[in-house]
């Protein structure tokens, strides 16, 4: 059964389960709730992020996102979806990962035709994501027609590249801050959220029944406080009055120590028994923030920057766009721009644009640190460095960001003795270490400290993003803040604003 909800918030409630669905249903008794919400994707799981906002007979998406992770998880972004794509009216993209943009391709290949709206850094970031999605697919459904391995006679794409160019012509840039009614009636505003550039939090509010205007807070991917690069996680000065919050790092902290002087220390450490470091490293976000480290590693003296390859052509597009976006910029990161030491520059690091010069890595005999995509080794030009330098005892994987259970870079952190890469079992004798200072994602700690910085507790917590143990520990902490017990929702929980 459904958790109840805490006392005070709606007059009563009861659950029930929708026609056919097996979903479980909350229904308002006294108060006439202002929308429906149901959650869809990312509930105990961090990826296929999606929210469902019914306003009578207007549709809102949160998300939109894709599904990663081992064959079963990701088969969920073939199903059809829950509803009608042609009658949502439009959608609100909190960022330009994947996990929450993937799947508009799709959406408006089954008849999506309204806007997307994004903040205007996360734009052009879709832009590389998506249309690099939709080659994928295509070459992928060709690869499985040809090789005969999939189960279908004439295997089909996700979605075709010509899907993803609608999509992208379907988004409507947005400044932080500047309110919008992406409905009559419903006022939405982008908060930064510090996770990547461009990242937001979404506060959506309307004015009910009792003419009163109730505000849902959907916090999207926090990013953490004093990261390099971007400015800190806002909250909204007005509290709302209900929550949707990721949960992605919500059982852990983050080790206390300077994980750049971790990173260094690896990093010297694999150099001096010559071998390589592999990063693998998501090519938004993660990619900028370990270039800004390892530049300042050799700003000390400790690391050569003709060692450092940075070999990802998203990822180099990506830095491009990170360059030109000043106004989101930590006052570190200008102060370090005004004294001529640009992480971000063109020429800090050594760029491997061509297959050609990706290759060459491999016949490189000098120790090298090799920062590619994509962040979990599922798949992008790191795969093909792991399955050449896997076997070497002398080479160290790094993982900097999260991984999702069933990936490659789950197992590797697992301890696996044997990963399959194209086909083939590769013995795994390369040091495996995770640096989880260098994550994106706000920590336990800092993700109450997000939560205190509201200016009072919401009335009710559903959290998402996450699996479920991060979900369940950082609902009992909030509990310990004072807070009425969090929701836990799983696909198909439909709740009344």
Not at 282 to 298: I, K, N, P, W
Not at 313 to 338: H, K, N
Not at 368 to 388: K, P, Q, Y
Request: one cysteine or more; aromatic letters at 6%.
């Amino acid at each position: 059964m459904p958790p109840s909800y805490s006392p005070g918030t709606i007059a009563s409630t009861r659950s029930v389960r929708t026609g056919g669905s097996g979903s479980l249903c909350y229904t308002a008794g006294r108060r006439q709730p202002v929308a429906r919400v149901t959650f869809e994707g990312a509930c105990g799981t961090v990826t296929g992020s999606r929210t469902r906002l019914e306003f009578g007979g207007r549709t809102l998406l949160v998300d939109c996102g894709m599904f990663q992770g081992d064959n079963e998880v990701e088969a969920r972004n073939w199903s059809d979806f829950p509803f009608e794509p042609s009658k949502v009216d439009a959608v609100l993209l909190t960022h330009a990962h994947l996990d929450h943009c993937g799947l508009l391709p799709r959406l408006v290949g089954r008849g999506f035709r309204g806007p997307v709206y994004c903040t205007r850094a996360t734009r052009p970031l879709a832009r590389l994501v998506l249309e690099d999605a939709g080659a994928i697919q295509e070459e992928e459904a060709r690869y499985a027609a040809r090789k005969g391995y999939s189960r279908h006679a004439e295997p089909k794409p996700l979605f075709t590249g010509r899907d993803a160019r609608q999509a992208l012509e379907r988004l409507e840039p947005v400044r932080f801050h500047e309110p919008f009614e992406p409905l009559p009636g419903v006022q939405v505003r982008f908060l930064r959220a510090g996770h990547l550039l461009g990242a937001a939090s979404i506060e959506i509010s309307a004015k009910g029944a009792d003419g009163q205007r109730h505000r849902w807070l959907f916090s999207g991917d926090i990013g953490r406080y004093g990261a390099p690069i971007l400015v800190d996680p806002e909250a909204p000065e007005e509290a709302p009055n209900a929550l949707v919050l990721e949960s992605t790092y919500g059982d852990r902290n983050h080790a206390e120590h300077d994980p750049v002087a971790a990173l260094g220390d690896t990093i010297e450490r694999t150099f001096a028994r010559g071998g390589s470091v592999l990063l693998p490293a998501f090519a938004l976000g993660r990619t900028q923030d370990v270039l800004y480290h390892l530049s300042e590693l050799a700003d000390q003296g400790r690391l050569d920057p003709t060692a450092v390859f940075l070999d990802s052509p998203m990822a180099i597009r990506a830095t491009e766009i990170y360059r030109q976006a000043r106004p989101e910029f930590d006052d570190e990161l200008l102060d370090r721009i005004a004294n001529g030491a640009n992480p971000l520059a063109a020429d800090r690091f050594s760029r491997c644009n061509t297959v050609d010069e990706s290759k060459a890595l491999n016949d490189r005999d000098a120790p090298a640190v090799i920062v590619a995509a994509s962040g979990m080794a599922t798949g992008g030009r790191i795969v093909h460095h792991l399955a050449r330098r896997l076997g070497d005892p002398r080479a160290c994987v790094v993982f900097v960001g999260y991984q999702a259970a069933g990936t490659r870079g789950r197992a590797l952190l697992d301890g696996a003795s044997t990963v399959s890469i194209h086909g083939r079992r590769v013995a795994v004798r390369a040091q495996i270490t995770q640096i989880g200072g260098l994550s994106a994602h706000a920590d336990s700690s800092e993700l109450e400290r997000w939560c205190r910085a509201l200016p009072g507790a919401p009335a009710r917590t559903f959290l998402n993003h996450g699996e479920d143990p991060p979900r369940k520990a950082l609902a009992a902490d909030l509990v310990e803040l004072g807070w009425s017990r969090p929701h836990l929702p799983q696909p198909g929980t439909t709740v009344p604003w």
